[in-house]
């Protein structure tokens, strides 16, 4: 079966960085674009990033643009989140999505992301 699994999240101050791993299995990774989402209390999931079937083409929301980089690594079925300049409202979970192969990471819908992950809590606070 499909299974999306998150790791990497903690307590960090700001300005600090934590790497996000998401380890994928049960499906041709190389298929399919994966997207990092977060969602923080209160407010609703949005997604941060985004990275093409072949790690060419990378995608991010302007909040995170020039700290988050995200990429893959399709021999080892994971994609990673590298998080730098981390600030107090970064505070949230953090999901890694499958997207369906219609639409890539050209939608920002999370009906088109059909797999998901359990979550990694991220706290940015000194």
């Known amino acids: 079966q499909v299974q999306l699994v998150e790791s990497g999240g903690g307590l960090v101050q700001p300005g600090g960085s934590l790497r996000l791993s998401c380890a994928a299995s049960?499906?041709?990774?190389?298929?399919?674009?994966i997207g990092w989402f977060r969602q923080a209390p209160g407010k609703e999931r949005e997604r941060v990033s985004c990275?093409?079937?072949?790690?060419?083409?990378?995608y991010y929301a302007d909040s995170v643009k020039g700290r988050f980089t995200i990429s893959r690594d399709n021999a080892k079925n994971t994609v990673y989140l590298q998080m730098d300049s981390l600030k107090p409202e970064d505070t949230a979970v953090y999901y890694c999505?499958?997207?369906?192969?219609?639409?890539?990471?050209?939608?920002?819908?999370?009906?088109?992301?059909?797999?998901w992950g359990q979550g990694t809590q991220v706290t940015v606070s000194s």
């Open positions: 999505a499958r997207t369906s192969r219609t639409y890539g990471c050209s939608t920002l819908n999370r009906a088109n992301y059909d797999y």
């Open positions: 049960g499906f041709i990774f190389d298929y399919y674009a």
């Open positions: 990275v093409s079937s072949s790690g060419s083409r990378t």
